[in-house]
Nanobody, 117 residues
Framework: QVQLVESGGGLVQAGGSLRLSCAASGRTFSSYGMGWFRQAPGKDRKFIASISWNGGSTIYADSVKGRFTISRDNAKNTVYLQMNSLNSEDTAVYYC??????????WGQGTQVTVSS
């Protein structure tokens, strides 16, 4: 099992940048795929990005492609989400998740990102 703790959220102006971090406990982190999701007020949680266990493969939602970058540092048990060119539609609670097999099974508590226009 793995526990996930997100950090790095906050208030940013439109056009600005933030980097989210997700720190994982447990020695199995480096074998898990990882992902980021977000949930805007009144909406369902949506997939943002994922990264394979070794960082060799990444996938992005169309809404963030070219603006967001997911990365990981297995030595630090941490996955990152670099977010650039933020706009008001990026306002949401952001969650990281771990995928031991084919499903995302472990979730963090989330971190709030608010983009002011």
């Amino acid at each position: 099992q793995v526990q996930l703790v997100e950090s790095g959220g906050g208030l940013v102006q439109a056009g600005g940048s933030l980097r989210l971090s997700c720190a994982a406990s447990g020695r199995t982190f480096s074998s898990y795929g990882m992902g980021w999701f977000r949930q805007a007020p009144g909406k369902d949680r949506k997939f943002i990005a994922s990264i394979s266990w070794n960082g060799g493969s990444t996938i992005y939602a169309d809404s963030v492609k070219g603006r967001f970058t997911i990365s990981r540092d297995n030595a630090k048990n941490t996955v990152y989400l670099q977010m650039n060119s933020l706009n008001s539609e990026d306002t949401a609670v952001y969650y990281c998740a771990a995928r031991p097999t084919v499903k995302f099974e472990y979730w963090g508590q989330g971190t709030q990102v608010t983009v002011s226009s």
